[in-house]
């Protein structure tokens, strides 16, 4: 299975999770990668992207200031750390390989934000 999320859970408001995303058969830094997020009801959207080159990084409006999308080069693991968490960030999270078109999904990891 070329990605595979972990790191999903159950959590207070206000909390933390770190998401990863281990790859294999291609190296994470040779690529773009992003992670998105479907929630109940609700389309699936773009999170967070980080770029090959220039390590750009962007994020959604609404996550912007509370998560962190970062590469692990000796792990290939691509990571999301996610930050004061809202029940609103409740969703199933995914990793894609790409920024802008993607051609590899993970199986998706659950995040539930509830007191």
């Known amino acids: 299975v070329p990605l595979v999320e972990s790191g999903g859970g159950l959590v207070q408001p206000g909390g933390s999770l770190k998401l990863s995303c281990a790859a294999s058969?291609?190296?994470?830094?040779?690529?773009?990668m992003s992670w998105h997020r479907q929630a109940p009801g609700k389309e699936r959207e773009l999170v967070a992207r980080?770029?090959?080159?220039?390590?750009?990084?962007d994020y959604a409006a609404d996550v912007l200031g509370r998560f962190t999308i970062s590469r692990d080069n000796a792990r290939n693991t691509v990571d999301l750390q996610m930050n004061r968490l809202k029940p609103e960030d409740t969703a199933v999270y995914y990793c894609?390989?790409?920024?802008?078109?993607?051609?590899?999904w993970g199986q998706g990891t659950q995040v539930t934000v509830s007191s």
């Open positions: 058969g291609f190296a994470v830094n040779s690529i773009d």
């Open positions: 894609a390989r790409g920024a802008f078109i993607y051609d590899i």
């Open positions: 980080i770029k090959k080159f220039d390590e750009e990084t």
